[in-house]
């Protein structure tokens, strides 16, 4: 989830953090997972080529490793709510 301050007339986006079992676990947007899922079901790329993944999905680094860490919790969030 990202929730938006704002501070000295200037908006920045904070992404909040969550410790699950000793990983600290970001929120990733629906948005973002559906990104990675598109990416995953086309069959384009090896999803553990991480920089390809970034590349063609626009997501960070540490995006993607928490989606691929988090995978069946994003699922579970996003697409089973569909």
Partial sequence: MKDTEEGNGIVVNVVKTYIVMGYMRMSISKESFLKYEELRL???????????????????????????????????????SL
Wanted: glycine share 6%.
């Fill in 42 to 80: 086309s069959g384009a790329t090896n999803m553990f080529a991480v920089n390809i993944v970034m590349k063609a999905t626009g997501l960070t680094k540490e995006e993607v490793i928490d989606i691929m860490k988090n995978y069946t919790k994003y699922c579970d969030m996003y697409l089973h």
